[in-house]
Structures are given as C-alpha cells and as structure tokens.
C-alpha cells in the first residue's frame, strides 16, 4: 500500500497469521500517497495521456518540496509503454544517457529489474524502471498453497523520491534446549539446530523487517494503471 507496510507471519510450516498493516498516514484525512488513473491505459492511449497521469504524480511530490526521480512500473505496464511510439522514440533518443548512467549499472545486480529508459514528462525527467521480479510465496488458502508472486505489482505504477525508505527490524526470540530464551535483534539472525545423534546441524535465517518512509508520502502510487 502507498505510505504503508503490509506483512503476515507463520503461526507454524501450514498456517499463516493474520495480516496487519502499518499505515503512515491518518486514515480519516486520506492517503496523499495513493493516485487514481482516470482511464486505464492501453496501446491506444495518446502519449498525452499518459504523460498527463504521470506529470500529476510528480506534482505531488514536488508540491512538498520532494523531487521526483524515478517511475516504478510493473510488467504489464511496460508492455503498454513499450507498445507506444512515442515511448519508443524518446528512449531512442536518450540511449545514450541510459548506457552512461549509473542507476543503469546498479540495477543489472537485480534479476527482473532493468531501466527502460530516460524520459522527459513535461519537465520531469524520470528514470523508468521495470520490476519483473518474483518470489516464492503462499496463498491466502488454509493450508496455504505455494504460489508466485510479484515484488511490485505488474499493473501498478508508482513515482519516487530519492532516499524513500528504509528498513527496521524487530527483535527474534530464540529458545535453547534447556528452555533458555534470548532476544537478538538484527537484519538476519541464524538459528542453530544441531542433531547430535546423526551428527547434523541446520542453520535457519530469520528476519523481522518493516519498511517506513524518511519523509512523509515520499512516493505516489497507482493501481490498475492498465487493464
């Protein structure tokens, strides 16, 4: 959710706890992180439109004093830029600003994440970027089935600021075989289990992470951006 965290915890291997969600906004004013395409885009939406949509996300940001640097898309959407000629031909145009750029090489560590391109919105020069990346994750069905999920949703779209977030981490309780407990708190903290009778151990990573914005509203974001 825009200007909020959501996550759900295992209660045991089958059985996934109740969702929560953290919001950093008051729900009784409204969410300035949340933007609404009027019509949903497809490969017969004038660049005009388009632009439009994304021009007001950025007026957003820089209405308080946030600089907008970088449009976020999902798969889906990249289908519906990449099928525009308009797109195409300004991506052309600043190839050569993608090859120099540095944001360029810092997303090849990432499989699924690349920069489409750089692309001037009426005076917001955006870095597009395509996340197409997946992971393993579980349904909402009890015992909960395995299922692929996106990291970003492919037919959302969101405009960012420089420096949005960053991660905290909760404490983990581990409990010894003598029924000692201790309280580590840290970004990834190992578990060790040890057999001595096969003469086996397993070591168990676990993390407690929630994200939160440096600034308030610090990205702005649209679902459904296409059909």
């Not at 308080?64 to 830029?81: I, N, S, T, Y």
């Not at 996106?150 to 010894?176: C, E, Q, R, W």
């Not at 407990?181 to 990573?205: A, S």
Request: proline content about 6%; charged content about 20%.
């Amino acid at each position: 959710l825009p200007g909020g965290d959501e996550g759900a915890s295992k209660l045991d291997a089958n059985t996934v706890g109740k969702q929560a969600t953290v919001k950093y906004y008051d729900p009784n004013i409204g969410n300035d992180g949340a933007y609404t395409i009027g019509t949903a885009w497809t490969t017969s939406t004038t660049w005009s439109e388009i632009v439009e949509d994304v021009r007001n996300m950025c007026r957003s940001l820089s209405r308080r004093g946030l600089p907008a640097k970088d449009l976020v898309v999902g798969q889906a959407v990249a289908d519906v830029l990449l099928g525009n000629s308009n797109f195409l031909k300004l991506i052309d145009k600043n190839s050569g600003l993608i090859i120099a750029s540095p944001i360029a090489q810092e997303l090849t560590k990432y499989d699924g994440v690349s920069l489409l391109g750089i692309v001037n919105f009426s005076g917001y020069m955006l870095n597009v970027i395509v996340v197409d990346e997946q992971y393993r994750g579980l349904d909402s069905s009890n015992p909960p089935v395995p299922e692929w999920k996106n990291y970003f949703p492919a037919k959302s779209i969101m405009v960012t600021a420089p420096g949005a977030g960053h991660l905290m981490y909760a404490h983990i309780v581990h409990m010894d075989e003598d029924g000692n407990v201790d309280t580590i708190t840290g970004k990834r903290v190992p578990d060790l289990f040890v057999d001595r009778k096969r003469k086996t151990r397993e070591i168990i990573p676990e993390s407690r992470p929630l994200a939160a914005p440096n600034n308030y509203s610090p990205c702005i974001c649209a679902a459904g951006a296409v059909s």
